[in-house]
């Protein structure tokens, strides 16, 4: 269970819905998008992204669907202006109302429940958070599906696409090709108008957008048979490439928002942060607080071999690659949530000594990292003051020493807002460094 992989998944997933909905906007212009000039911000996100937030803060908190707890809090936090249809909101009001989710959902459509494409849209992230076992993400793709859509074939809809996520995150960093990303989707369809169509993308590999929306559907029918065949045939022609992937989502028109989210979400877990546009997500309307919720305290505890693994795949945007670390380090200490999630991490000594620095008797040379995720959202003073806090105990009667590069303002204020401040300069390999520390 890869908690990650989840959340750049739903990153994916709501800028692709965001951007997708701006479609629907008159005056909105195809040719300025693929000319390299997306609509101007902000981009509100839809039903499609609140709902796969909910999906996202029970995995987070549970590690599972439970299906009654997911259908109180789609119920809860439904807002029907982002765009929800009609049938879902007289099922997610009847259940917060009282009725059982599995009354209100089979009742739906005259008792055949609903076929539509709501419940993949919102469950890519899912199928990230279980990547690689793509048994566990079709299990839970069910679970998560009957809550609101109890027709089969929306249900096997949701099975497809986790499954499609969780091969995507599986094969991060790795080459995938098209056919092999449909090939891991075949076990697990369910016989139907939505495999039909899955088998039918198989076929169409190769082919153009506008051929495969007409043969396969482009979600104007909002059925799950109507959208998730081509969704997987877009996922599996663009995985490698984020961009590509919305793009031809739009071009194919129909439940656009819908397509790219989805789209989106298998491709965000497949290329990561970097894959999306720091310009698109920075235009996306911030997801709910509850969703992205920094947590009230932070804890130091001992590294583990998983954090290692971790910190490895985590990839910086533009000029911050310099941070990435691509080997699991060792011997570094956490900084994680209440529950353990890791948000951070810091190194003293000399792991943390850029080349040429010496080490200084009464001296503690730190280095720290911020998981990529959280990097400009406001949380880096309550971050640097954790960090600090326990290296002072660590190391009561030294200075702390710690480097950063000279064009880094962002990390110059990190440290600077934890008490420290600019003492000298620091040249290595062409590389120009400030030097801090909390004393003078």
């Not at 369809?189 to 169409?204: E, H, K, S």
């Not at 911020?370 to 190391?395: C, D, Q, Y």
Request: hydrophobic fraction near 45%.
């Amino acid at each position: 269970m890869t908690l990650d992989f989840a959340l750049d998944s739903l990153d994916g997933l709501s800028v692709g819905d965001a951007l997708g909905a701006q479609f629907f906007v008159p005056g909105t212009s195809f040719a300025e998008l693929c000319a390299g000039r997306p609509p101007a911000p902000p981009w509100e996100w839809t039903d499609d992204s609140e709902m796969a937030c909910s999906v996202v803060t029970e995995l987070r908190e549970r590690g599972e669907i439970d299906r009654d707890a997911l259908a109180a809090v789609f119920a809860e936090r439904c807002e029907p202006y982002r765009g929800y249809g009609a049938g879902s909101v007289v099922v997610l009001h009847r259940i917060r109302d009282g009725v059982p989710w599995a009354v209100a959902a089979g009742e739906a459509f005259d008792g055949r429940g609903s076929w539509g494409n709501g419940a993949a849209m919102r469950v890519a992230p899912l199928g990230a958070f279980f990547a690689g076992d793509p048994d566990r993400a079709a299990a839970q793709a069910a679970l998560s599906a009957e809550v609101t859509h109890r027709h089969p074939e929306a249900i096997a809809g949701a099975m497809a696409v986790a499954v499609a996520a969780s091969h995507a995150a599986a094969t991060r960093e790795k080459d995938c090709p098209a056919d092999d990303l449909l090939r891991a989707v075949e076990p697990y369809l369910i016989d139907g108008a939505t495999a039909d169509g899955v088998r039918r993308a198989r076929a169409l590999l190769g082919r153009s957008v506008a051929e495969a929306a007409y043969e396969l559907g482009n979600g104007a029918g909002v059925s799950a048979q109507d959208t998730v065949p081509f969704t997987l045939w877009t996922a599996a022609t663009f995985l490698h490439d984020y961009s590509a992937a919305i793009t031809a989502c739009v071009e194919a028109g129909g439940d656009a928002d819908t397509t790219a989210a989805i789209v989106g979400g298998i491709v965000a877990a497949h290329t990561g942060p970097r894959g999306i546009p720091e310009q698109w997500l920075a235009a996306r309307e911030p997801l709910p607080e509850w969703a992205e919720q920094w947590p009230p305290t932070l804890r130091i505890r001992p590294w583990t071999p998983a954090d290692g693994q971790a910190v490895a795949r985590w990839r910086y945007p533009g000029r911050s690659a310099v941070y990435d670390i691509t080997e699991p380090p060792t011997g570094y200490t956490a900084v994680a949530a209440p529950d353990g999630t890791l948000l951070g991490f810091y190194c003293t000594g000399i792991e943390a000594r850029v080349p040429g620095l010496a080490a200084v008797p009464g001296v503690t040379d730190l280095g720290v990292g911020l998981h990529p995720r959280w990097v400009g959202r406001g949380h880096g003073r309550a971050f640097a003051e954790a960090v600090l806090n326990s290296v002072r105990r660590e190391h009561p009667d030294t200075a702390i020493r710690a480097v950063v590069q000279e064009w880094n303002a962002r990390s110059r204020r990190f440290l600077e807002n934890a008490g420290c401040a600019a003492i000298s300069r620091h040249e290595a390999r062409g590389i120009r460094y400030v030097v801090l520390s909390d004393r003078d």
